[in-house]
């Protein structure tokens, strides 16, 4: 019984995470919960890192940054939609039943 050589990541959601029925597993809601955080983070430090290119290419180009730039410009407004913690941008399957007022 040794160590590992390398660590393994369960990069997917969980396999018996069932979208039409999220609270009958709460286990199973909880790991997809911090898949879902695990991916957010994953994108907002994508943007972050794009971000920190397109200041150096703006500080090099200088007056050209406008040709020179445009690619990370379009990366960082790609890597930026849909961004966002709030409860809009969650899956439909997170929101919590309808309350039907009558």
Excluded: S
Excluded at 54 to 74: A, F, P, S, T
Excluded at 90 to 99: A, F, V
């Amino acid at each position: 019984m040794g160590r590992k050589k390398t660590v393994e990541f369960d990069e997917g959601p969980p396999d018996d995470f069932d979208p039409n029925n999220p609270y009958a597993d709460p286990v199973a809601m909880l790991e997809y919960r911090e898949y879902l955080v695990r991916e957010k983070w994953i994108q907002i430090e994508t943007a972050k890192i794009i971000r920190e290119r397109l200041k150096w290419c703006y500080r090099i180009e200088g007056v050209n940054h406008l040709q020179k730039c445009r690619h990370l410009v379009e990366q960082y407004l790609e890597a930026t939609r849909g961004i966002g913690w709030g409860k809009d941008h969650r899956p439909i399957e997170l929101h919590g039943p309808k309350k039907v007022v009558e």
